[in-house]
C-alpha cells in the first residue's frame, strides 16, 4: 500500500505541473467565466452568475476527469511505462488505483477557482452550507468522467486518444448546457446528459435546496455505464 | 578431418564471399541445472500469431544461470531475445514450458526486490525531475541504496533537478539504468543497456556494473555491441530463432565457430587444393590473396605446407566474437533452412 501511495503522491504533482490540465481545467473555466458570467439575469431560476458558475465549475471538474488520464494512460501504456511498473514490488491494480485517486484529488481545483471567482469577483450569495454542498455534488458528478477515462486510456493509442476524448468532451460540454443554457430540442436531449444534470443538482441546491432523484439516476446511470466500459477495457488491456 | 564441402556458409553481409566450407560442428554445450539458479529456461516456447501464420519466437528454449555470473544474452534481431526477457521477467508467459527466477515465480522475485531492470522498451514518467523519478523507484524496492548513490553511480548526478521527458536519449538510457541498480537486487537484466550513450558514458556504465558483478551479483544484459560481450561477460549466451545456439564463455565460442584466421598469398593455387586442408570454416580468395577461417590454424598451416605449398605473407590473426557470432549464426541458418521469420543479421554491419 505504501508503494501505491507513493505512485499516487507523485501523479498529482506532475498532473499539477501540467500545462494541458492547467489550461483546459483551471484556465479555461476561469476565463470563460471571467468573460461570460458577469451577469445578473434570471437562468432557470438562479441568476446567470450562479448559473454560469456552476456551469464552469462542471467544465473544469469533467475535462480534468476525462483529459488527464484518458490520454496518460494511453501514453504511459505506449511508452512502457506501465511495464517498468510491473518490474517492482507495486501491487497489480497499484497503478489505476494511483490514476483515479489522482483525478479524485486533481479536479477539486477546478470547482473551488471557478467558485472561489464567482463569491468574489462576481458576489454570488447562497448559504454556506449550500456552497459546500454544491462543491461536493459537482465534484461527486465529475467522477463519472474518470471511468471514461480509464476505459479510453486501455482501448486507444495515444493517437487516438485524443480524438476519442474530443468525441465525447463535445457533446459532453455543449449538450449539458456547460458553455451556453439549452432551450428547446436542444434541452430534451441535453437533459439524459450526466454533464447537464450535475449542473441541474447544482442550482437545484440553490434554488429549493434539494437534489432531484430524476438527476441523480441518470448520472447513476452513466455512471454504471463507464465503469462497465473501464473494467472491460482494463481486462482486454491485461490479455496482450 | 573435413569432408566434402557440404554445406555453404557466407559470412560476409553482403554475400559475396568466395567457395565456403562448413567446419566442425558446435554443440551447444548442457548446463546442468542445479538447484538454485537465479534464472531456470526448461524446454520453453513461446508462439506469436501473425496474419502471415505462426512465428516461433522462442522455441524449446532450455538455459539456466548462476547466481554470480556476468551473461551475455545475444542472437541476431528476432532471434527471441526480447520475447525470452520478457518471459524471464514475467512480462509476458510461455505457452508451454518452465520459467523460473530464484526458484519461483517471476512475480514473487520482483516482489521481493529481487530484480533490478533496464527493459528496452521501458518509458519513463512525464513531469517530474530525474530526483523524484528514481526516487519513486527507491520507494517502490524494498531495500533500495540511497537515491544520491545511485544517480552517482549512474553518473547522472549532475541532471538531478531536469524534468526527465527533457533529457536526450542517452540521459534517459542513465537515467534507467539508476533505475535498475538502486534496488540492489542480486540479479540485474539489462536490455540494450548502453545503445544511445557516448563512448565515455559507456565505459562508466560498464565500470558500475563490474563492481556489481564483484558484489555477487548476476547481471544478464542483451546487446548488440558484440565487443561489450567480448569484455564484460564471463558467458556468453547465443541464440537464433529461439533455441540455444551456443553457451561458453566468449573464448569457447570462438573456439567453436573457428575462432582464427589464416591468410596468404599463394599465386595459381586450385581451389580443389585449399579445400582438402583440414580444420575450415571459411574460405575466401581475392586473386592470389587465399583467406581461411580455421578451427585450428597451425594443424591447418601445417598441412599446406605438408601438400608442398609455400605461400608468403602469413598472418594468423584471432578472429573477434563478433565474426564468430556471424558465423555460428549464419551457419546455423544455412542449416536449417535460413533465419526465421523476419530475422535478420543485424549485427552484419
Same mark, same amino acid.
Given at each position: 500500500?505504501?508503494?501505491?501511495i507513493?505512485?499516487?503522491?507523485?501523479?498529482?504533482?506532475?498532473?499539477?505541473?501540467?500545462?494541458?490540465?492547467?489550461?483546459?481545467?483551471?484556465?479555461?473555466?476561469?476565463?470563460?467565466?471571467?468573460?461570460?458570467?458577469?451577469?445578473?439575469?434570471q437562468t432557470?431560476?438562479?441568476?446567470?452568475k450562479?448559473?454560469?458558475m456552476?456551469?464552469?465549475?462542471?467544465?473544469?471538474?469533467?475535462a480534468?476527469?476525462?483529459?488527464?488520464?484518458?490520454?496518460?494512460?494511453?501514453?504511459?501504456?505506449?511508452?512502457?511505462?506501465?511495464?517498468?511498473l510491473r518490474?517492482?514490488?507495486?501491487?497489480?491494480?497499484?497503478?489505476?488505483?494511483?490514476?483515479?485517486?489522482?483525478?479524485?484529488?486533481t479536479?477539486?481545483p477546478s470547482?473551488?477557482?471557478?467558485?472561489?471567482l464567482?463569491?468574489?469577483?462576481?458576489?454570488?450569495?447562497?448559504?454556506?452550507w449550500?456552497w459546500?454542498?454544491n462543491?461536493v455534488?459537482?465534484?461527486?458528478?465529475?467522477?463519472?468522467?474518470?471511468?471514461?477515462?480509464?476505459?479510453?486510456?486501455?482501448?486507444?493509442?495515444?493517437?487516438?486518444?485524443q480524438?476519442?476524448?474530443?468525441?465525447?468532451f463535445?457533446?459532453?460540454?455543449?449538450?449539458?448546457?456547460?458553455?451556453?443554457?439549452?432551450?428547446?430540442?436542444l434541452?430534451?436531449?441535453?437533459?439524459?446528459?450526466?454533464?447537464?444534470?450535475?449542473h441541474k443538482l447544482?442550482?437545484?441546491?440553490?434554488?429549493?435546496?434539494?437534489?432531484?432523484?430524476e438527476?441523480?439516476g441518470?448520472?447513476?446511470?452513466?455512471?454504471?455505464?463507464?465503469?462497465?466500459?473501464?473494467?472491460v477495457?482494463?481486462?482486454?488491456?491485461?490479455?496482450? | 578431418?573435413?569432408?566434402?564441402?557440404?554445406?555453404?556458409?557466407?559470412?560476409?553481409?553482403?554475400?559475396n564471399?568466395?567457395?565456403t566450407l562448413?567446419?566442425?560442428?558446435?554443440?551447444?554445450?548442457?548446463?546442468?541445472?542445479?538447484?538454485?539458479?537465479?534464472?531456470?529456461?526448461?524446454n520453453?516456447?513461446?508462439?506469436?500469431?501473425?496474419?502471415?501464420g505462426?512465428?516461433?519466437?522462442?522455441n524449446?528454449?532450455?538455459?539456466s544461470?548462476?547466481?554470480g555470473?556476468?551473461i551475455?544474452?545475444?542472437?541476431p534481431?528476432?532471434?527471441?531475445?526480447?520475447?525470452?526477457?520478457?518471459?524471464?521477467?514475467?512480462?509476458s508467459?510461455?505457452?508451454s514450458?518452465?520459467?523460473?527466477?530464484f526458484?519461483?515465480?517471476?512475480?514473487?522475485?520482483?516482489?521481493?526486490?529481487?530484480?533490478?531492470?533496464?527493459l528496452q522498451?521501458?518509458?519513463?514518467m512525464?513531469?517530474v525531475?530525474?530526483?523524484?523519478?528514481?526516487?519513486?523507484w527507491?520507494?517502490?524496492?524494498?531495500?533500495?541504496?540511497? =537515491?544520491?548513490? $545511485?544517480l552517482?553511480?549512474?553518473?547522472? #548526478? @549532475?541532471?538531478a533537478?531536469r /524534468? *526527465?521527458d527533457?533529457?536526450?536519449? !542517452?540521459?534517459?538510457?542513465r537515467?534507467?539504468?539508476?533505475m535498475?541498480i538502486?534496488?540492489?537486487?542480486?540479479?540485474i537484466?539489462?536490455?540494450?543497456?548502453?545503445?544511445g550513450?557516448?563512448?565515455?558514458?559507456?565505459?562508466?556504465?560498464w565500470a558500475?556494473?563490474?563492481?556489481?558483478?564483484?558484489?555477487?551479483k548476476? =547481471?544478464?544484459? $542483451?546487446?548488440?555491441?558484440?565487443?561489450? #560481450? @567480448?569484455?564484460?561477460?564471463? /558467458? *556468453?549466451?547465443v541464440?537464433?530463432? !529461439?533455441?540455444?545456439?551456443?553457451?561458453g564463455t566468449?573464448a569457447?565460442?570462438?573456439?567453436?565457430?573457428?575462432?582464427?584466421?589464416?591468410?596468404?598469398?599463394?599465386?595459381?593455387v586450385?581451389?580443389a587444393a585449399?579445400?582438402?586442408?583440414?580444420?575450415?570454416?571459411?574460405v575466401?580468395?581475392?586473386?592470389?590473396?587465399v583467406?581461411?577461417?580455421?578451427s585450428?590454424?597451425?594443424?591447418?598451416?601445417?598441412a599446406?605446407?605438408?601438400?608442398?605449398?609455400?605461400?608468403?605473407?602469413?598472418?594468423?590473426q584471432?578472429?573477434?566474437?563478433?565474426?564468430?557470432?556471424?558465423?555460428?549464426?549464419?551457419?546455423?541458418?544455412?542449416?536449417?533452412?535460413g533465419?526465421?521469420?523476419?530475422?535478420t543479421?543485424e549485427?552484419?554491419?
Amino acid at each position: 500500500m505504501n508503494s501505491t501511495i507513493t505512485l499516487t503522491k507523485l501523479d498529482v504533482l506532475r498532473v499539477l505541473r501540467n500545462t494541458r490540465y492547467l489550461i483546459f481545467a483551471i484556465a479555461m473555466p476561469s476565463v470563460l467565466y471571467i468573460a461570460i458570467g458577469n451577469s445578473t439575469k434570471q437562468t432557470n431560476g438562479v441568476e446567470f452568475k450562479a448559473y454560469y458558475m456552476l456551469a464552469m465549475a462542471t467544465y473544469g471538474a469533467f475535462a480534468g476527469a476525462l483529459m488527464n488520464n484518458s490520454i496518460r494512460i494511453a501514453t504511459e501504456r505506449k511508452t512502457g511505462w506501465t511495464r517498468q511498473l510491473r518490474l517492482t514490488s507495486l501491487p497489480g491494480g497499484g497503478y489505476v488505483f494511483s490514476k483515479v485517486v489522482t483525478s479524485l484529488v486533481t479536479t477539486i481545483p477546478s470547482v473551488l477557482v471557478v467558485f472561489a471567482l464567482g463569491g468574489t469577483v462576481f458576489g454570488v450569495h447562497m448559504d454556506a452550507w449550500k456552497w459546500v454542498a454544491n462543491a461536493v455534488v459537482l465534484w461527486l458528478a465529475s467522477m463519472v468522467f474518470v471511468s471514461l477515462a480509464v476505459a479510453i486510456g486501455y482501448r486507444f493509442d495515444p493517437e487516438t486518444a485524443q480524438p476519442a476524448v474530443m468525441l465525447v468532451f463535445f457533446p459532453m460540454a455543449i449538450l449539458g448546457g456547460l458553455w451556453f443554457p439549452l432551450e428547446g430540442t436542444l434541452d430534451k436531449i441535453g437533459k439524459w446528459f450526466p454533464t447537464y444534470q450535475a449542473h441541474k443538482l447544482g442550482t437545484d441546491i440553490i434554488t429549493d435546496g434539494k437534489i432531484s432523484m430524476e438527476s441523480v439516476g441518470i448520472i447513476g446511470g452513466w455512471a454504471v455505464l463507464f465503469a462497465a466500459l473501464a473494467v472491460v477495457s482494463y481486462r482486454a488491456a491485461q490479455d496482450q | 578431418m573435413v569432408g566434402a564441402p557440404a554445406a555453404m556458409v557466407s559470412l560476409t553481409a553482403k554475400g559475396n564471399a568466395g567457395p565456403t566450407l562448413k567446419g566442425m560442428p558446435h554443440m551447444p554445450r548442457q548446463t546442468p541445472s542445479p538447484q538454485g539458479a537465479v534464472v531456470e529456461f526448461e524446454n520453453v516456447s513461446k508462439t506469436f500469431h501473425s496474419p502471415k501464420g505462426p512465428v516461433h519466437a522462442v522455441n524449446g528454449l532450455t538455459m539456466s544461470m548462476q547466481a554470480g555470473q556476468t551473461i551475455a544474452f545475444l542472437g541476431p534481431n528476432g532471434a527471441g531475445k526480447s520475447t525470452s526477457l520478457n518471459m524471464l521477467l514475467g512480462l509476458s508467459r510461455p505457452d508451454s514450458g518452465r520459467v523460473a527466477l530464484f526458484g519461483g515465480t517471476a512475480a514473487e522475485a520482483i516482489k521481493h526486490g529481487k530484480v533490478g531492470a533496464m527493459l528496452q522498451s521501458g518509458g519513463l514518467m512525464s513531469d517530474v525531475t530525474v530526483q523524484e523519478q528514481v526516487q519513486l523507484w527507491a520507494k517502490l524496492h524494498p531495500r533500495p541504496i540511497p =537515491v544520491s548513490e $545511485a544517480l552517482k553511480r549512474a553518473n547522472i #548526478a @549532475d541532471l538531478a533537478d531536469r /524534468r *526527465v521527458d527533457k533529457l536526450s536519449g !542517452g540521459q534517459q538510457q542513465r537515467v534507467q539504468f539508476a533505475m535498475a541498480i538502486i534496488g540492489d537486487s542480486p540479479l540485474i537484466v539489462l536490455d540494450e543497456p548502453t545503445t544511445g550513450m557516448d563512448v565515455e558514458n559507456r565505459q562508466a556504465f560498464w565500470a558500475t556494473m563490474r563492481e556489481r558483478a564483484l558484489e555477487g551479483k548476476t =547481471v544478464l544484459f $542483451a546487446t548488440h555491441y558484440l565487443e561489450e #560481450a @567480448d569484455q564484460f561477460a564471463e /558467458r *556468453v549466451i547465443v541464440i537464433n530463432k !529461439g533455441r540455444l545456439l551456443a553457451d561458453g564463455t566468449s573464448a569457447e565460442i570462438k573456439a567453436s565457430a573457428g575462432a582464427k584466421r589464416l591468410s596468404f598469398r599463394l599465386p595459381g593455387v586450385q581451389d580443389a587444393a585449399l579445400y582438402r586442408l583440414p580444420n575450415l570454416v571459411h574460405v575466401e580468395r581475392q586473386a592470389d590473396v587465399v583467406r581461411l577461417q580455421t578451427s585450428d590454424s597451425d594443424a591447418t598451416l601445417y598441412a599446406l605446407l605438408d601438400a608442398g605449398l609455400r605461400p608468403t605473407d602469413i598472418e594468423i590473426q584471432p578472429l573477434g566474437l563478433e565474426q564468430a557470432f556471424l558465423a555460428i549464426t549464419a551457419e546455423d541458418n544455412n542449416h536449417s533452412g535460413g533465419p526465421a521469420d523476419g530475422a535478420t543479421l543485424e549485427a552484419a554491419r
